[in-house]
């Protein structure tokens, strides 16, 4: 099988110093970036009604991607327990929430993840997996795929490049040729053919510039991979990196951390604010606590306690959405904010212009 594509669009070289400095630096020599990103002025945000639970159900992947906010890695052992999960379900029956987006690491890892993928479709919600691909050739994994398909879970899975050259450098030797064999197999499944079985993918720059226009690469992407491989799907979402975690610390060690604030922060457009996630979407980790969105959960920076909670708690849980709104709530910010709404926008979703 040809695992390489003739063209290439927008890409930098993967054998690059980022890329290789990503490879290579342990998380215990990670560069703090929350002292960096404290001060701002980003504008100031306010919840809607709440629409989508984001859960992170633990920090253990099969991957250790350069790009990865998380920190993500097969050496983490954090896992959401059976009890968190309870709530969780609990709370999607109580608050009727609409939809489940279910992260990690690799979520499907966590012991609990069919259960709480059965529950949520008992009730309606839609589910959503942020999948790498790779997991589904994982020991103990071999009938994942039938089990998404069979619960109609919806998949948005990472391909950062349509390259096996720059994936690999990324996220590792034959991660690409894996994730060309799962796509496929999810394809005979029923996914990616514009019916109920949804299948998106996700770019990732390599370094530090912004993604280039969705709706182009998803063309070039839908092009490449159906003339190579056969291969269809349903969405692109080009995704800005965020200056966190493994990312973040790679610009600190390159001295490119303040250029790329200037490129978020110049970029800005007011505009995107109304489509940011944060607005209708909480981030719960996996002891359970509250966070307006995935990326304040790497930093540390949890939700606001509600008036009517002040002094009775230190910070929110997921089972106090069992009876408290957050509707009206200030949303936690700081300077890496702007990479939400830097040029076309930046969500779980995609783009936002």
């Known amino acids: 099988m040809n695992l390489s594509f003739e063209r290439r669009i927008d890409h930098k070289p993967a054998n690059n110093a980022y890329t290789r400095k990503a490879q290579t630096e ?63 379900i609990e709370v999607l029956r109580t608050r009727e929430i609409k939809t489940l987006d ?21 009730l309606g ?27 109609g879970v919806t998949i948005v899975a990472s391909l950062p490049c349509y390259s096996l050259k720059n994936v690999d450098e990324q996220r590792g030797k034959g991660t690409f040729e894996k994730s060309i064999k799962a796509l496929q197999q999810l394809n005979a499944l029923g996914y990616g053919k514009g019916g109920a079985l949804e299948l998106s993918l996700v770019y ?18 839908k092009r490449l991979l159906g003339e190579q491989f056969g291969i269809v799907f349903d ?16 610009l600190i060690s390159k001295g490119t951390f303040a250029g790329y604030m200037n490129l978020l922060r110049d970029n800005h457009k007011d505009e995107n604010l109304e489509a940011v996630m944060c607005r209708d979407t909480v981030s719960v980790d996996y002891n359970g606590a509250l966070y307006d969105c995935d990326f304040n959960q790497m930093l540390g920076l949890p939700s606001a306690v509600p008036a009517s909670l002040a002094g009775k708690k230190a910070r929110l849980h997921v089972q106090d959405l069992l009876a408290t709104s957050l509707e009206g709530q200030p949303i936690r910010i700081a300077d890496h904010c702007y990479g939400c709404t830097a040029g076309q926008g930046s969500s779980c979703g995609g783009a936002l212009a």
């Open 235 to 250: 969405h692109l979402y080009t995704l800005a990196n965020m200056p966190i975690q493994r990312f973040g610390s790679m």
């Open 204 to 221: 990732n720059p390599l370094g530090p510039s912004l993604p280039p226009a969705q709706s182009k690469l998803e063309a070039e992407y």
């Open 26 to 88: 342990p998380s215990l020599r990670m560069h703090a970036t929350l002292p960096l990103l404290q001060q701002t002025t980003f504008p100031p945000l306010r919840r809607r009604a709440l629409q989508t639970l984001q859960v992170n159900l633990g920090y253990i992947c099969n991957q250790s991607c350069q790009h990865c906010h998380v920190n993500a890695s097969p050496q983490r052992t954090e896992t959401m327990s059976a009890k968190v999960i309870d709530t969780v």
């Open 125 to 151: 919600v839609k589910v959503i997996d942020r999948c790498n691909l790779t997991i589904l050739f994982e020991p103990g994994q071999e009938a994942l795929a039938d089990f998404l398909a069979e619960q």
């Open 102 to 122: 279910l992260t990690g690491g690799a979520p499907e890892l966590n012991v609990h993840f069919r259960r709480l993928v059965v529950a949520a479709r008992a």
